[in-house]
């Protein structure tokens, strides 16, 4: 399966707030129309509740929440496409009886969602190109794990100070990447490269 993170920053690597302008909007409704799936941190759906479309670019990525206690709102507007609800053994059984109506459920790890085997699970489903979304605390888990493949970064003029940061928590080692593009879409830069391994 191959790994994409993508996100929009401050300068400062804050992740909390819009970073984003149209053109790079437009550049992340095409990079998920391309992409298989999109997942994001419950977090993220708690506090943004976006739908994360292709806004009619191409066709609806499959959506897949990371929650180990199931704490997705029922109706959380992720609904409105095919969405996956990974949760983990600490998921009450009425939660995943009522989000299951809404969602398929996949039950991985004891604690948090074990990813490694989440990935697994998804590829065995013809899940080949995967977009992370965020928010900093997936983000960290994806790149402590070494899955990552590939990472794009929208770069806005602001620096924010405080908030959710883009690597929310701290990583064991640190990791190389390789430039392979620059882009400037007016204000914003985007930034693209491939994670060495
Ligand atoms: N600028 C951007 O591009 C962008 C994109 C997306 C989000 N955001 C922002 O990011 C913020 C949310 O980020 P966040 O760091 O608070 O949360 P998050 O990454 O959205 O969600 C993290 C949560 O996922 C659950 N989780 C379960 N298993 C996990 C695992 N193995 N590894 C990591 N997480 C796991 C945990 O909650 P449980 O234990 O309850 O399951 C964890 O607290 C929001 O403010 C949002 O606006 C920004």
């Not at 609806?60 to 929650?67: A, H, L, M, R």
């Not at 969405?83 to 059984?93: L, N």
């Not at 697994?120 to 997936?138: F, H, R, V, Y």
């Not at 640190?174 to 914003?188: G, H, M, V, Y």
């Amino acid at each position: 399966m191959h790994i994409t993170i993508n996100c929009a920053k401050s300068l400062d690597s804050i992740l909390e707030g819009n970073y984003s302008n149209k053109k790079d909007w437009k550049r992340v409704y095409e990079l998920r129309a391309k992409s298989d799936a999109i997942m994001v941190g419950i977090n993220t759906i708690l506090k943004d509740n976006p739908r994360l479309t292709t806004h009619n670019t191409g066709k609806e990525p499959v959506k897949i929440v990371i929650d180990s206690r199931c704490r997705i709102p029922k109706d959380a507007r992720i609904f409105q496409t095919k969405t996956i609800v990974a949760v983990s053994k600490k998921a009450p059984k009425e939660r995943i009886a009522e989000i299951q109506k809404k969602a398929k459920i996949i039950l991985c790890g004891k604690e948090k969602v074990d990813l490694c085997a989440l990935m697994n699970e998804l590829q065995k489903t013809s899940i080949n190109t995967l977009m992370i979304e965020g928010g900093g605390t997936l983000i960290s888990s994806i790149l402590n794990l070494n899955l990552a493949d590939e990472l794009i970064v929208a770069i806005a003029p602001q620096i924010t100070s405080k908030g959710i940061r883009f690597v929310e928590k701290e990583l064991k080692a640190p990791i190389n990447l390789k430039l392979k593009d620059i882009q400037k879409l007016d204000e914003i830069v985007v930034l693209k490269y491939d994670v060495l391994k």
